[in-house]
């Protein structure tokens, strides 16, 4: 069992920045890979970001691509989502997720634990 707490939401202008974080508890965070879903209302979870359990390798959605950055610390047993030039259609819970194993998804269904969201409001 790993629990996720996401922090960090909230509101902000257009153009603006927002660093999201994930921490875990429970298991051995390194045995799993970390990724960051979004869902705005009426709309389908949609992935966003993920990361290997060592931090190495990356995957991001293309439309946050050169815009959102995801990182790990093992030792801190957190993940962070930075969010820079937001703009509206970034408005969305946000929610981390962990996956055991070698290999990341982008795929919700490919995550057994998740956090409860945080909300990020970008207004223009």
């Known amino acids: 069992q790993v629990r996720l707490v996401e922090s960090g939401g909230g509101l902000v202008q257009a153009g603006g920045s927002l660093r999201l974080s994930c921490a875990a508890s429970?298991?051995?965070?390194?045995?799993?890979?970390i990724g960051w879903f979004r869902q705005a209302p009426g709309k389908e979870r949609e992935f966003v970001a993920t990361?290997?359990?060592?931090?190495?390798?990356?995957q991001y959605a293309d439309s946050v691509k050169g815009r959102f950055t995801i990182s790990r610390d093992n030792a801190k047993n957190t993940v962070s989502l930075q969010m820079s030039s937001l703009k509206p259609e970034d408005t969305a819970v946000y929610y981390c997720?962990?996956?055991?194993?070698?290999?990341?998804?982008?795929?919700?269904?490919?995550?057994?634990?998740w956090g409860q969201g945080t909300h990020v409001t970008v207004s223009s």
């Open positions: 997720a962990a996956r055991w194993g070698s290999l990341v998804s982008v795929t919700s269904g490919g995550y057994s634990f």
């Open positions: 429970g298991r051995t965070f390194s045995n799993y890979n």
């Open positions: 990361i290997d359990r060592s931090g190495g390798s990356t």
